[in-house]
C-alpha cells in the first residue's frame, strides 16, 4: 500500500464476524481441494480497527495458504 494514499475507517467490529466473512470469501476454493475451514471463537469479541483492511489481510494470509500448501508444484 502507498503511503499517504489510504485513509482508515476505524470502528468497533466483531472478530467473528470478520473472520466469518473472510472465511466465506475463501471457502469455494478451499472446498475443491477438500479442506474445510472454520473457526472457534468462544467469546463476543470486538476489536477497533478498519473492518475492510482487517479482511483485505487475513483473505491475503488464507490465499497465501492454499497457494504454498495446496497447489501441487
Known amino acids: 500500500m502507498e503511503r499517504d494514499k489510504h ?3 476505524c470502528a468497533p467490529a ?7 466473512e473472510s ?5 469455494d476454493r ?3 481441494e477438500g479442506v474445510q475451514l472454520s473457526s472457534d471463537i ?3 469479541s470486538f476489536i477497533h480497527c ?9 483473505i491475503n494470509l488464507l ?3 492454499y497457494k504454498l500448501y495446496l497447489i501441487p508444484i
Open 23 to 27: 472465511l466465506l470469501a475463501v471457502q
Open 30 to 32: 478451499f472446498d475443491k
Open 42 to 44: 468462544k467469546t463476543a
Open 50 to 58: 478498519d473492518e475492510a483492511m482487517i479482511k483485505t489481510a487475513v
Open 63 to 65: 490465499e497465501n495458504a
Open 7 to 9: 485513509h482508515f475507517c
Open 14 to 20: 466483531s472478530i467473528e464476524t470478520l473472520l466469518a
